[in-house]
């Protein structure tokens, strides 16, 4: 038994002894025929009119009221796609050098490493085959037109020539295009700067999160080398529940905390919402841009607890003393006679200012008469007996 439920229950037995000694004989028969038919459910009180009295009960009933919507919702820090590089060889090839490391900051454009592999000059040899194939089909293309026009030549070997002439500056320009995706300039080539390695350069400002190679291992084509992840565009993936999607609506602000970081709440504003369940969830995903994001502590996974602020909205709502915590559950006490309440489940929302909104699991008349003061005192007098059962 915890310290907590030894105080509501030394709490109880004290009222208990109050209203004992205001109790009347005629009202003991009474009592008795109460107690023994409110027994029958494990969710039934009897608290007497004295022990009203003492423990100040007071009566009212749900009523809506102006509270500031504050949604609440669990998600992760997430990066967009192309926040987020993957990088790898085009040719595979043996690494030559790593001039970075993990987790430093690296500017687009920046050398990652270094690869080396024979097939590369092989490639920059055909680029200047072609080239020179070029220059011989552009010179016999002048001459076949020459001859064409002063209509000495075959009009078939002029056509050849064009053809020719086509045929080999598309082969030039897809080698060209070939090698500058290689990282290898046409130019450098031309120049007769032949090499055998090629660089892996970073596509994105950023952090490098992952080096995937080492030095003398072979990189095969495709295979993930590196990643490089910009935390400056970092934003929330929040999910949030059926009943409460439809408050939401992009540029609704959203504070978060993160759960093993202490520190005033951050800030973010929705931009995206989610059209579809998450599974068998029942939830929804909300997408939150972070504003002036300067914390470089923030990283891709984490997880967040937020609050999404919806507004002002009339909710219906009880005084937050009326609810009480059971078993894991919420309950508030509703009055069925004049010493008889039940207890009725409740899932509670937004507190505001003494007020928390209520969502009844079962629907109740409007006018149900509910324990807004003192319902502690009733839960506690019902704990006494399931003590007294034990």
């Not at 423990?55 to 820090?77: D, F, V």
Request: glycine residues 6%; negative net charge.
């Amino acid at each position: 038994m915890t310290a907590y439920t030894i105080r509501i229950i030394t709490l109880c037995s004290l009222i208990s002894l109050a209203a004992c000694s205001e109790k009347t004989p005629a009202e003991e028969p009474e009592a008795l025929a109460i107690e023994a038919s409110a027994s029958a459910s494990p969710f039934v009180v009897t608290f007497s009119e004295a022990q009203q009295k003492v423990g100040n009960i007071e009566l009212g009933t749900i009523e809506n009221k102006p509270l500031s919507a504050r949604i609440t919702a669990n998600g992760q820090l997430q990066l967009p796609p192309q926040n987020k590089a993957s990088i790898n060889p085009l040719m595979g090839g043996v690494v030559r050098s790593i001039p970075v490391k993990e987790g430093e900051y690296v500017k687009n454009g920046k050398v990652l490493a270094t690869i080396q592999n024979p097939e590369l000059i092989k490639l920059q040899e055909e680029y200047l085959t072609t080239r020179n194939q070029l220059r011989f089909a552009e010179q016999d293309y002048e001459r076949q037109r020459t001859l064409n026009e002063e209509q000495v030549g075959s009009r078939k070997r002029f056509e050849q020539a064009e053809s020719d002439v086509k045929v080999q500056r598309a082969r030039l320009k897809a080698l060209a295009t070939h090698l500058a995706a290689m990282g290898i300039s046409p130019k450098n080539v031309e120049a007769g700067q032949i090499t055998s390695t090629m660089a892996i350069t970073a596509p994105i400002s950023g952090y490098v999160r992952v080096i995937d190679v080492n030095m003398g291992s072979y990189a095969q084509p495709g295979q993930q080398m590196f990643e490089i992840v910009d935390n400056h565009h970092l934003h929330l993936e929040l999910s949030v529940f059926e009943r409460d999607f439809s408050r939401m609506k992009e540029g609704q602000k959203v504070l978060f905390t993160l759960p093993n970081v202490a520190g005033e709440p951050l800030e973010a504003e929705i931009f995206a919402l989610g059209r579809a369940f998450e599974g068998d969830s029942r939830m929804v995903t909300v997408h939150a841009e972070l504003e002036n994001n300067k914390n470089t502590n923030l990283l891709p996974g984490m997880y967040v607890n937020a609050q999404i602020l919806a507004g002002k909205q009339e909710l219906p709502s009880l005084p937050e003393e009326s609810v009480v915590r059971y078993k894991g559950k919420h309950y508030v006490f509703v009055k069925e006679g004049p010493t008889i309440f039940r207890m009725q489940e409740v899932e509670t929302g937004i507190a505001e200012g003494g007020y928390t909104e209520v969502s009844l699991t079962k629907e109740l008349p409007a006018s149900t008469q509910i324990v807004t003061k003192g319902a502690y005192y009733v839960l506690a007098e019902k704990m006494k007996s399931e003590v007294a059962e034990d």
